[in-house]
């Protein structure tokens, strides 16, 4: 790496910007007219952006199946070029096999813009679990990454070169979206010889100001706050609130120490390969120097409640590489405010015996949730100001109500009774979104089955955000037999407010006895005897007590009772009353 002034040489020698101009970008728009569409989705899109950049330099298309074995083997290209996740453009099986080697197709945006031309060099289907393991360390759906590799991803990986058109759209914070090329030219105009970058997923506070500054000292360099603005951990603060929240850290910097830019990425959460990855992409921006720090791009625990990877553990993988990467890196351990100095300090660094104090990103929610006090030594007064604004008391949130359940468990009539229960109490607007309600109007009566259950609850899924995100109740009364269908649910809707599973259970004799009374005249099948005891018999439900939030047990709890319950819950976690 060069000390000489100006920004750090690209990964790989050259900063590979695939956008075409001129007569090449009017032929290949030309040709796109005659081409097969394919259309990218969120986490495509954020990897096209940083691949026609030059962000994922030295990649020049979507990874062919040689270089994607290699990468999740042995985090290296063919080459021998350290590279350590996989960046590859997934798709059905059916538009797999509708492709062929050397065919060119037109990657689209959804709204139907060209962005770019990928060739297919190759048509694989990857070992999905093999992926996870190695790239993630567990075949773990609790993982963001690999829950989107096993239950959203199509399942076949096409590779090839791309030849772009332009860059995805954006149209929110255009005047902080610089490409690599752009942010090299700006380093350059400021004279800047050494540039610290800074990655965040989550809001920043006083302690993310002190650890920057503290590295600016260390490198006696220049901070680039560089956050991810594209698809993060679900349940994150949305990137709107947050770039709200930089703008507003960036006037307690000195001036001229601290500049603003983000980035469009698709994090994985992977951890120690993740900060791996993450270095990359900083050189190829034209940093000198990047901050590691605790739990690095952690993903939190996974689903028998421990950390997927332990708190230096990035830190480790990344200085292993150290001198293949070209760019140092800036270790630190976690912040901590130390109340007998009235200052911050590393935790490493504090004497024994001194008062810490520190508030985790958990007890923060609750403190905004609950609209309990966020002291000064913590956060700046207007960032929680900006927080309260976007995440006010749960009391004044939307929320969902999902209830959950194999048939006879009662969802229908509990359902109803917290209609009209929550409409007492008069807090919220309230929407009941039942099975056959959501049929009538969504899906134009066509019989929910196997074959469309997915699509259907992503509907109610969507729909019920809506409602969490004008500060309404939803109640959903929809038969998700699979966990990841309620899981998909539950990342829409935390996105917008508060998602609350409640799984009811009952015994097979109590749910055969209600469908043959008549209770559930709705349900596919005549109620005689045989048939009702083959549609229990028959009926797979994946039940995750430990994954719901309020779970009831309808064989010895009336519906007056587990309406009870389930306003306790309510009440106890802070949604309704004051």
């Given amino acids: 790496m060069s000390e000489?002034?100006?920004?750090?040489?690209?990964?790989?020698?050259?900063?590979?910007?695939?956008?075409?101009?001129?007569?090449?970008?009017k032929a290949l728009i030309e040709e796109s007219y005659e081409l097969i569409s394919l259309t990218l989705n969120e986490r495509h899109l954020c990897d096209i952006e940083l691949l026609l950049n030059g962000g994922f330099s030295p990649l020049t298309g979507f990874m062919n199946q040689p270089?994607?074995?290699?990468?999740?083997?042995?985090?290296?290209?063919?080459?021998?070029?350290?590279?350590?996740?996989?960046?590859t453009l997934d798709v059905s099986k059916e538009k797999a096999e509708s492709f062929k080697i050397g065919q060119r197709v037109a990657l689209r945006d959804p709204e139907g813009s060209l962005v770019a031309i990928i060739t297919i060099e190759s048509i694989y289907e990857p070992d999905r679990a093999r992926e996870a393991e190695k790239c993630f360390g567990a075949n773990d759906i609790a993982h963001p990454a690999v829950f989107y590799l096993q239950r959203e991803s199509?399942?076949?990986?096409?590779?090839?070169?791309?030849?772009?058109?332009?860059?995805?759209?954006?149209?929110?914070?255009?005047?902080?979206?610089?490409?690599?090329?752009?942010?090299?030219?700006?380093?350059?105009?400021?004279?800047w010889k050494r540039i610290v970058a800074f990655q965040t997923r989550n809001p920043m506070h006083r302690s993310h100001k002190e650890l920057t500054e503290r590295a600016a000292r260390d490198a006696d360099a220049n901070l680039v706050i560089h956050p991810v603005v594209g698809m993060t951990k679900p349940g994150d603060v949305d990137h709107y609130t947050r770039v709200r929240c930089y703008k507003e850290m960036m006037q307690y910097y000195p001036s001229g120490l601290a500049f603003l830019s983000l980035l469009p990425l698709a994090m994985r959460m992977a951890g120690p390969r993740e900060a791996v990855w993450h270095s990359i992409i900083r050189k190829n921006y034209g940093f000198t120097h990047f901050i590691v720090g605790?739990?690095?791009?952690?993903?939190?625990?996974?689903?028998?409640?421990?950390?997927?990877?332990?708190?230096?553990?990035?830190?480790?993988?990344v200085n292993q590489y150290i001198n293949e990467l070209g760019i140092k890196i800036l270790n630190y351990q976690m912040v901590v405010y130390v109340e007998d100095i009235s200052d911050y300090r590393c935790i490493d660094e504090v004497?024994?015996?001194?008062?810490?104090?520190?508030?985790?990103?958990?007890?923060?929610?609750?403190?905004?949730?609950?609209?309990?006090?966020?002291?000064?030594?913590?956060?700046f007064p207007a960032i929680v100001k900006l927080l309260r604004e976007t995440?006010?008391?749960?009391?004044?949130?939307?929320?969902?109500?999902?209830?959950?359940?194999?048939?006879?468990?009662?969802?229908?009539?509990?359902?109803?009774?917290?209609?009209?229960?929550?409409?007492?109490?008069?807090?919220?607007?309230?929407?009941?979104?039942?099975?056959?309600?959501?049929?009538?109007?969504?899906?134009?009566?066509?019989?929910?089955?196997?074959?469309?259950?997915?699509?259907?609850?992503?509907?109610?899924?969507?729909?019920?955000s809506s409602v969490a995100k004008a500060r309404g109740i939803a109640i959903v009364c929809a038969t998700a037999p699979k966990i990841e269908q309620r899981q998909y649910a539950r990342n829409l809707v935390s996105q917008q407010g508060a998602f609350i599973e409640v799984a009811l259970t009952a015994s097979t004799e109590i749910r055969s006895t209600r469908i043959k009374m008549g209770l559930y005249h709705k349900t596919n099948v005549n109620n005689d005897t045989n048939n009702v005891d083959q549609l229990i018999a028959n009926e797979v439900y994946d039940q995750n007590n430990s994954i719901a939030d309020v779970v009831l047990d309808t064989s010895s709890l009336s519906i007056k009772e587990c309406v009870r319950n389930v306003f306790l819950f309510l009440e106890k976690e802070g949604y309704i009353g004051k």
């Fill in 154 to 191: 199509g399942t076949h990986y096409i590779g090839g070169s791309i030849e772009g058109v332009q860059l995805p759209t954006h149209y929110d914070f255009v005047h902080l979206r610089f490409t690599p090329a752009q942010l090299r030219e700006y380093i350059k105009s400021q004279g």
């Fill in 294 to 317: 605790r739990d690095h791009a952690g993903p939190g625990n996974n689903s028998q409640g421990k950390p997927f990877y332990s708190d230096y553990e990035a830190q480790n993988l």
């Fill in 4 to 25: 000489s002034f100006g920004p750090n040489s690209p990964y790989g020698g050259v900063l590979c910007d695939l956008v075409a101009t001129g007569d090449k970008l």
């Fill in 391 to 464: 995440y006010p008391p749960r009391n004044q949130q939307g929320f969902c109500l999902y209830i959950s359940g194999p048939s006879g468990a009662g969802k229908s009539t509990l359902s109803n009774a917290l209609r009209v229960a929550l409409l007492e109490d008069g807090s919220r607007p309230v929407s009941l979104f039942d099975v056959d309600e959501i049929n009538t109007y969504l899906f134009s009566g066509v019989q929910i089955n196997d074959s469309n259950r997915d699509l259907f609850l992503k509907r109610v899924a969507y729909i019920s």
């Fill in 67 to 87: 270089d994607y074995q290699r990468v999740v083997e042995e985090l290296r290209l063919v080459n021998g070029t350290l590279f350590p996740l996989p960046i």
């Fill in 351 to 379: 004497s024994q015996g001194s008062k810490v104090l520190n508030i985790s990103g958990t007890e923060l929610r609750r403190r905004l949730f609950r609209g309990i006090d966020i002291p000064e030594w913590f956060s």
